[in-house]
């Protein structure tokens, strides 16, 4: 008997992959294009202009993938996008902000107008950080417990609907109880905003801002040590055991809702650290402040590979240099990065869903 030819599937996906290609090709054409048109054919900014740039976005960059890594450490454990994640680091902001106004309010020499802030700047800013990580951790702890947890066998547009609620209602109450008038931190005399180290790039001078290089450093250290708490802790190994398949470990003796939320108050800690920087370094703070920082950390864990805690790394990195030197090289306005930010959220879903470095995820997705 002859076989009925079976008709196939793969001519259609190949041609869906070939112009995925010619599209990339083409971009990445005209993006090496404008780059040469830039840099020697108009010649508008010089290696010095460059390079504040460059740094700008490294600083940028770094907080946005502390950010990142709250997204996914929740994601590789609930499969879920917690969208509330910026106003967690919105309620550490305040916290560091509100200590740092404390200190500076307390004298230590009334005679001599001596505050705490100034006689002891270490320990203050120390003091902020562990404040605005305790209130976050607090937040992401009890944000799973009321609205997240009671969702956890609902199918997965449930919560994410839910993480937008909560997302809401902290902004307002963030509003209600903090006013909606924008804050200036207060920076210890060490962290002074715009003041820096001075390099020379084609005979001009270049800062390296105090507040920067803080930020950077402390940034990367972060994510070093979180790296290391999930890979090489029993904490991180009890993480990584929820995350391949929750039965499992609760037959070995985890306790998954405990675990679940150590998560969380661990997502809420970066996002309270990440807060406390961003008032560092950029001084503004106020109720919606961590809305647009939240989606462009999604952005940048979605770009390095969701779950992925080294890809949310590369991926807040990269998409701070490329908010910094889109705008530039495609000769655009700078009130457009924005734009340009979403638009590589967009093109990354289309062409390259797993991200740059893929996905870390353990079971399969439904």
Do not use: C
């Not at 993480?163 to 200036?184: C, D, E, H, K, V």
Request: no cysteine.
């Amino acid at each position: 008997m002859e076989e009925t030819a079976r008709p196939s599937v793969r001519a259609p996906v190949d041609r869906y992959r070939l112009v995925q290609i010619i599209i990339g090709v083409l971009f990445v054409a005209y993006l090496l294009w404008r780059l040469y048109v830039v840099l020697f054919v108009e010649g508008v900014y010089g290696a010095d202009t460059w390079a504040r740039f460059a740094i700008s976005g490294l600083v940028l960059g770094s907080v946005y993938a502390v950010i990142a890594i709250g997204y996914t450490l929740v994601y590789g454990i609930l499969f879920m996008i917690n969208f509330a994640h910026g106003e967690v680091m919105m309620l550490g902001a305040f916290a560091g902000f509100f200590v740092f106004e404390g200190l500076n309010s307390l004298m230590i020499n009334a005679a001599e107008g001596v505050t705490f802030l100034a006689a002891y700047p270490v320990i203050s800013v120390f003091l902020a950080f562990l404040a605005g990580m305790l209130t976050s951790t607090v937040a992401g702890v009890y944000l799973e417990k009321i609205a997240y947890r009671p969702l956890r066998s609902a199918p997965r547009l449930v919560p994410l609907i839910s993480a937008i609620g909560a997302s809401i209602f902290l902004q307002n109450a963030a509003q209600l109880i903090f006013g909606p008038q924008r804050r200036t931190y207060i920076n210890p005399e060490f962290l002074t905003r715009g003041a820096g180290w001075e390099i020379m790039i084609n005979e001009r001078p270049v800062v390296l801002t105090y507040t920067g290089i803080f930020t950077f450093v402390l940034s990367i250290l972060i994510l070093v040590l979180l790296y290391v708490i999930v890979q090489r802790t029993r904490l991180g190994r009890a993480m990584r055991a929820v995350a391949e398949d929750k039965r499992t470990a609760a037959l070995m003796g985890i306790n998954v809702n405990r675990v679940i939320a150590q998560t969380f108050a661990i997502s809420g800690a970066m996002a309270g650290a990440a807060g406390v920087m961003w008032g560092i370094h950029n001084g503004i703070i106020y109720h919606y402040v961590g809305f647009i920082p939240g989606l462009k950390a999604f952005t940048a864990a979605v770009l390095g590979g969701i779950g992925n805690i080294p890809g949310a790394m590369l991926g807040g990195l990269f998409l701070g240099l490329v908010e910094a030197l889109g705008p530039v090289i495609l000769g655009l306005h700078f009130q457009l990065k924005d734009v340009i930010a979403f638009s590589i959220l967009v093109l990354v879903l289309i062409f390259r869903p797993s991200g740059i470095l893929g996905e870390v995820l353990s079971e399969e997705k439904v």
